[in-house]
């Protein structure tokens, strides 16, 4: 929602070449730097004047953030690679097609040609109240105006809200979680850290005005998928309203082993229907074992969005998540519909 | 405070002074008088300002100026040659691809991208592609069919010369 969208509010632009000196000047500026990667989120957020960071910090000239390469029988993809290179590379189609599923789910072609991976995973909520400024809890305030009777609220959480009931957006998030991926972060004091994809991301529980575990001045460098789900049998889905421009409303990912003997193991998560992406570990361990079949499916979707509290406009997304289990677990044909739109 | 960015613009070195703050469409269009690239929504949802950068299409609302310093930038101007279309605006026009005209330049460079990269499309991937970009005239049917006639005259060419 737009106040004024045009001219930015000036800002001082650094376009250091290391991320030690990326780190000196986020550093210096500390709350009012802002680190820039394809810029398709931040960029929002200046037009509006929601926010007003001083000094980006681009990490476009560094070499080391991009690209993808081999890595301990699995793939190390630099934070700075962008959407579209992971959709063109032979060994994520080959080995990690859910990653390269869910890259495409990504809106169209310019917006995967310009955004970044680490972008996408680091990205804010979309809650409008948010994004337009409304100091809501989120933002400092101390209310949640798409928790209200009036609220528009068709796009926000179901499960795990705690205050704020807004979403995390990202379509590579589920699927990240899904491989079991590492995002390997640099501390703003230099350290290394390396968090699961599960943790990666935190709910309003842990702090309310962060997506990620990301502390100022930290940088995410790289994001790991280990070797342990390559080429496992994928399912990736994401409902939305237009084919572009448009958000997920819910989205499914998941790595399955099935043996002789059913499911051997299973990875799966959702998107949009919490602050973070949802691992559903009570899923995984109900499927274990069990043949993938639509029995099997329809117990564990049913586990799935246990405890679901819909607000005012969203229990639409009950059964859609619970839909989007199943298929993820009995596979599907019938997902071939989402082609048409 | 300004800084010098250099950068290709169809072809031709081109350098100006610009603010951190301007967006690359804005820097097109005010300091380098390139009109053609048009400026709808400014949030990177109807398209109207799709450009080629490096031979990426992206949005120019979406980029700083200063991000494109040391690129190969392609805008619409960029497209034709003196006294001739390039086969998509043809196209366009033979199929009535447009009429206010304002998603045009955006629809055009979109087509192309696509082209380039998928000479054959079928229709199914052109409404696909070309989801990224908004027209309130058309209905789209025309567009669809201006990008299945320019890929045919597209394909007439790359025969006819080999
Ligand atoms: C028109 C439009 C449609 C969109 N559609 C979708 C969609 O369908 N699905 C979807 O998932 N997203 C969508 N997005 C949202 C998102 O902007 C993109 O997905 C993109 O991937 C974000 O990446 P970026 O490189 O542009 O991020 P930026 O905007 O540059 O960064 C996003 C945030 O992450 C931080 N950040 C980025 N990289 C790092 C790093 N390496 N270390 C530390 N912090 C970092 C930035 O400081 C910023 O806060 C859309 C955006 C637009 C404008
Ligand atoms: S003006 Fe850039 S997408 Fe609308
Ligand atoms: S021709 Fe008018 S907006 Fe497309």
Known sequence: MAVIRDPVPAFEFFEPTSVEDAQVLLRRYGADAWVLAGGLDSLDWLKDRIKRPEALVDLGNIPGLKGIREWDGGLEIGAMTTLAELVRHPAVRDRY??????????????????????????????????????????????????DTPEAINREHAILHADRCVAVNASDTAPALI????????????????????????????????????LEPGDVLMAIRLPATWGGARFYFEKVRDRQAGDFALASVASATVVGNAGIERMRIAVNGVAARPLRLHAVEMLVRGRPASES????????????????????????????LVKRAIRGSTAAAWSLLT | MTRAIALTVNGEQCGGDVEPRTLLVHFLRDQLGLTGTHVGCVVGECGACSILVDGALVK????????????????????????????VQEAFVNRFGLQCGFCTPGFVMASHALLMRNPNPTEEE???????????????????????????????????RT
């Open chain 2, 126 to 160: 052109i409404r696909r592609d070309l989801s990224s970009n908004l027209c309130m005239c058309t209905g789209y049917v025309q567009i669809v069919e201006a990008v299945k006639e320019a890929a045919v005259t597209l394909e007439q060419w790359r025969t006819s």
């Open chain 1, 178 to 213: 899904a491989l079991d991926a590492r995002m390997v972060i640099r501390t703003a004091g230099g350290a290394e850290r390396i968090v699961a994809a599960e943790e990666y991301f935190v709910g309003p529980g842990v702090d309310i005005t962060r997506m990620t575990i």
């Open chain 2, 60 to 87: 120019s609302c979406l980029m700083l100026a200063v991000q494109a310093d040391g690129c190969a930038v392609t805008t619409i101007e960029g497209l034709s040659t003196p006294g001739a279309l390039h086969p």
């Open chain 1, 97 to 146: 097609a859910l990653l390269l599923e869910a890259a495409e789910a990504t809106d169209s072609t310019q917006i995967r040609n310009q955004g970044t991976l680490g972008g996408n995973v680091s990205q804010d909520t979309r809650c409008w109240y948010y994004r337009a400024g409304w100091a809501c809890y989120r933002a400092g305030g101390d209310m949640c105006h798409a």
């Open chain 1, 296 to 323: 099997t499916a329809m117990a564990a979707a049913n586990l799935a969005v246990d405890g679901a509290q819909p607000l005012k406009f969203n229990a639409y997304k009950v059964p859609l998540m619970r839909d």
